[in-house]
Nanobody
Framework: QVQLVESGGGLVQAGGSLRLSCAAS????????MAWFRQAPGKEREFVAA????????YYADSVKGRFTISRENAKNTVYLQMSSLIPEDTAVYYC???????????????????????WGQGTQVTVSS
């Protein structure tokens, strides 16, 4: 079992930056690839970014590539999402997720098929004003 707690959400103006954090507890953190998803009002939850257990591999949705950076600090059992050049379309609840298989996350995104990570956080709201 893994418990995930996100923090760092808030209100930011377009063009601004924000860093989300996700603290994990329970099972061994390095057993898991980590990912961020988001869900905007009235829309389905969508993939944002993923990182392998060691941090050596990352994968991004096209919509955030070049603007967002996912990273992890295994000594602190924490994964981050640095968001820059934010636009109103980034407004959503952002969820942290843990998955035992990094390739399963990325393959699902590449092939456009649904995938449910093993564990989810409760989410943190990000609102970007224009």
């Amino acid at each position: 079992q893994v418990q995930l707690v996100e923090s760092g959400g808030g209100l930011v103006q377009a063009g601004g930056s924000l860093r989300l954090s996700c603290a994990a507890s329970g099972d061994t953190f390095t057993n898991y690839a980590m990912a961020w998803f988001r869900q905007a009002p009235g829309k389905e939850r969508e993939f944002v970014a993923a990182i392998s257990w060691g941090g050596g591999s990352t994968y991004y949705a096209d919509s955030v590539k070049g603007r967002f950076t996912i990273s992890r600090e295994n000594a602190k059992n924490t994964v981050y999402l640095q968001m820059s050049s934010l636009i109103p379309e980034d407004t959503a609840v952002y969820y942290c997720a843990a998955d035992l298989n990094y390739a399963r996350i990325t393959t699902a995104q590449t092939m456009g098929i649904p995938h449910e990570p093993d564990y989810w956080g409760q989410g943190t709201q990000v609102t970007v004003s224009s």
